[in-house]
């Protein structure tokens, strides 16, 4: 592979705490490191007034294949990817099947093999067929490559299977179970959040406290093992406040948020389009504030997409038929700029550590740092780009996105996987 050099961009590495204007070498699909170097460079990219960051991870990625193409493939959900700036995504296991054996995960791992274009780590099942009724072969799934796990598009319900996941995980490498947080007694039948708007609508609601419920549930459970759970699309106030006092207590607990559940809120769906239906829903603005507040104090450790592609035919439907989810790996990185960087939500350096090296830790993986000898994962962002969100342009097979239109700043310009670079808008 070439020597690279990024010269004169502001490196960012919340892993290393480094903040500087400095030139970052790459070689060999490593990264050599800053200053100055004894080699020359064979590809030199000019980065005055960009950020060189470690490349982006989204570790919450719905890539729908196997069974699903119609949706995504695994070859454009990281098209898609690369377009957005993220080197490494993990993806979750509610495939046709679902991604619940040795044989699955190894499918996922080759596929993105063949279509090269980022890193792709698989997230095995929790249960078999995620059904809840019985754990999988989590051990046959590491050696396959899976590096966590979750039944995510449906809690592991039965308290019992999720107190055994824990305890097993904590002896598979202390993998962390991922946790999609849903009393399904009072979500049945339901379309976007309870409150007020919904009964103006005339909508079934699926109330906040079913998602607080079962996040309460899990941190005990983590308590009680000793085991690592990190709750995913945390949309309430009411979780965002259990995961800040279990991380006070010193339970091994984390939790994300996605860029719909601090931009929107249940106003949106008065509108009836099927983009702004999601699981968990969007919910009032006092959730987004605490989700917001999450964000800045830590509490909130991860950003990611959950990135849910489904076909237009699908989605086009009545609200109450129309599935769940939005696209979201071409947006990510902007709109997390436009809303929190710009506002004064986040800095720079805490916003990228969110989409670094965090979710490189809760995943237990080898990226998210620009630390010499690692792979040369970067990501090159133009802070001051600005542009318009056009969902025809998307890399992506589907089209589901509320965003459509919106006006952004700030966006990759460069996206570099392993030495090799994927995308180059700077010419």
Same mark, same amino acid.
């Given at each position: 592979?070439?020597?690279?050099?990024?010269?004169?961009?502001?490196?960012? #590495?919340?892993?290393?705490?480094? #903040?500087?204007?400095? #030139?970052?070498?790459?070689? &060999?699909?490593?990264?050599?490191?800053?200053?100055?170097?004894?080699?020359?460079?064979?590809?030199?990219?000019?980065?005055?007034?960009?950020?060189?960051?470690?490349?982006?991870?989204?570790?919450?990625?719905?890539? $729908?294949?196997?069974? $699903?193409?119609?949706?995504?493939?695994?070859?454009?959900?990281?098209?898609?990817?690369?377009a957005g700036?993220?080197?490494?995504?993990?993806?979750?296991?509610?495939?046709?099947?679902?991604? #619940?054996?040795?044989?699955?995960?190894?499918?996922?791992?080759?596929?993105?093999?063949?279509?090269?274009?980022?890193?792709?780590?698989?997230?095995?099942?929790?249960?078999?067929?995620? &059904?809840?009724?019985?754990?999988?072969?989590l051990g046959g799934l590491v050696e396959g490559g899976a590096v966590a796990f979750t039944d995510d598009g449906a809690p592991v319900y039965s308290a019992e299977i999720m107190r055994r996941a824990l305890e097993y995980c904590k002896m598979l490498n202390d993998r962390a179970v991922l946790v999609h947080a849903e009393i399904l007694e009072l979500t049945v039948g339901g379309v976007m959040s309870e409150g007020l708007v919904s009964v103006q609508l005339g909508l079934r609601g699926m109330p906040a406290v079913a998602e607080d419920i079962m996040i309460a549930r899990d941190i005990m459970l983590s308590e009680l093992t000793g085991g690592r759970v990190h709750i995913l699309h945390v949309s309430t106030a009411g979780g965002v406040d259990l995961i800040r006092q279990g991380i006070a207590k010193g339970i091994r607990v984390s939790g994300e948020a996605c860029p719909h559940h601090f931009l929107l809120t249940d106003e949106s769906l008065r509108t009836f389009d099927s983009n702004y239906k999601m699981s968990p829903p969007l919910r009032t603005q006092r959730d987004v504030d605490a989700i917001l507040a999450g964000l800045k104090d830590g509490t909130l450790s991860v950003l990611a997409t959950d990135h849910a592609p489904h076909a237009p035919e699908k989605k086009e439907r009545e609200l109450d038929q129309a599935p769940n989810g939005i696209l979201g790996l071409e947006t990510f990185l902007p709109l997390c700029i436009s809303h929190l960087i710009e506002p004064g939500h986040l800095s720079w350096p805490q916003m990228l550590e969110k989409m670094t090296i965090n979710p490189a830790k809760v995943l237990g993986i080898d990226r998210g740092t620009l630390q010499p000898g690692r792979p040369a994962d970067v990501t090159v962002i133009d802070p001051k780009a600005k542009w318009t969100i056009k969902k025809a342009e998307s890399k992506s097979k589907s089209r589901n996105t509320p965003f459509d239109g919106w006006k952004v700043t700030g966006r990759a310009v460069v996206t570099i996987v392993g030495g090799d670079v994927k995308m180059n808008l700077l010419g």
């Open positions: 592979m070439p020597t690279i050099l990024l010269r004169n961009g502001r490196v960012i #590495d919340p892993s290393q705490n480094f #903040d500087a204007v400095a #030139d970052l070498w790459l070689a &060999d699909g490593k990264v050599l490191g800053t200053g100055p170097q004894a080699r020359t460079a064979d590809k030199t990219i000019d980065c005055t007034g960009l950020i060189v960051s470690p490349g982006l991870i989204d570790m919450h990625v719905h890539l $729908r294949e196997p069974g $699903r193409e119609e949706d995504e493939t695994i070859a454009t959900g990281t098209a898609a990817a690369v700036g993220v080197t490494s995504v993990a993806c979750m296991p509610n495939t046709e099947p679902p991604i #619940d054996t040795r044989m699955a995960a190894e499918f996922v791992i080759q596929q993105a093999q063949r279509a090269g274009n980022c890193n792709v780590f698989p997230i095995g099942a929790v249960t078999k067929n995620r &059904d809840g009724k019985e754990l999988a072969e």
